[in-house]
């Protein structure tokens, strides 16, 4: 009975808190991360971090501050983890030659949308979800329905035969 008043308690604080301080924590998020979409699903994110570290908040501050800090730390997290990502799609997959071309932004597209056609399925969907959406390996893990350390394998393999399909591509002469 306890712990059910409990939970009904922080529900209802968390709730009065969305109310109060939802549209705040978005346009933090809008502001940091740059469109409606990404900025709704961080709100998401925060309060429900919130709502679980609730017990965490001692009131040495607003609870506005409070909010403010979560959301910076989490959208500021989410851009390190989406820069990093493009960065290891283009180390790890993106040939050399390619970088430097002037056709570079449009030529990695179609390259990237031929590659993942080409690859093996789960291979595929696992540096979808990593590279291209920026999930985490636990994210991608619940998704493609295998372990993350399976996630760690299929994106090694991915990334091994992608390098070798490239090369491969590079030499063959079109018909």
């Known amino acids: ?10 529900n209802d604080l968390i ?9 705040m924590v978005y346009r933090r998020a809008l502001n940091l991360l740059g469109n409606t979409a990404d900025a709704e699903e961080a709100t ?23 909010l403010y800090s979560i959301t910076t730390h989490h959208c500021l997290n989410k851009i390190r983890d989406a820069k990093r990502r493009r960065e290891l799609w283009d180390e790890r997959v993106v040939p050399e030659a390619m970088r ?14 031929y590659l993942l056609a080409e690859a093996e399925p789960s291979q595929a969907l696992a540096a979808l979800c990593v590279f291209v959406e920026g999930m985490s390996h636990d994210e991608a893990a619940s998704v493609v ?3 993350r ?27």
């Open 100 to 113: 430097h071309s002037e056709a570079a932004p449009v030529t990695e597209r179609i390259l990237s949308r």
């Open 1 to 10: 009975m306890w712990v059910a008043a409990g939970v009904a308690v922080k």
């Open 145 to 147: 329905g295998v372990s």
């Open 44 to 66: 998401q994110e925060i309060f429900i971090r919130a709502f679980k570290g609730l017990e965490t908040f001692d009131g040495r501050s607003q609870p506005s501050t409070w």
């Open 149 to 175: 350390r399976s996630i760690g394998n299929l994106l090694e393999r991915f990334q091994e035969w992608a390098i070798k399909r490239v090369e491969r591509l590079a030499v063959e002469k079109p018909p």
């Open 15 to 23: 709730t009065e808190l969305f109310d109060r301080y939802g549209p």
